[in-house]
């Protein structure tokens, strides 16, 4: 039951991957990086981007699934 579960998130993680990734390259990922750069500077806080916590909770979602698949049953 483990297995089915990794690939589940393995898949899931890559869409999530693949979706920050591309909004990152487009002009509105442009354009978010742009307008969080400036709001930090303004008053010095750590925004990050809506592409950024794709790319990082994909990634993560990777990972997790490719340490269920790996993971040894016993």
Known sequence: MI???G???IILGAVLL???IA???SIAGH???FGTEVANTF???TRTTQHMVSIIGGGIMVLVGAGLMF???G
């Open 18 to 20: 693949y979706q920050g």
């Open 23 to 25: 909004r990152k390259d």
């Open 31 to 33: 354009a978010a990086e």
């Open 7 to 9: 690939i589940i998130l």
């Open 3 to 5: 297995k089915p579960i």
């Open 43 to 45: 008053d010095g806080g």
């Open 71 to 73: 993971r040894k049953s």
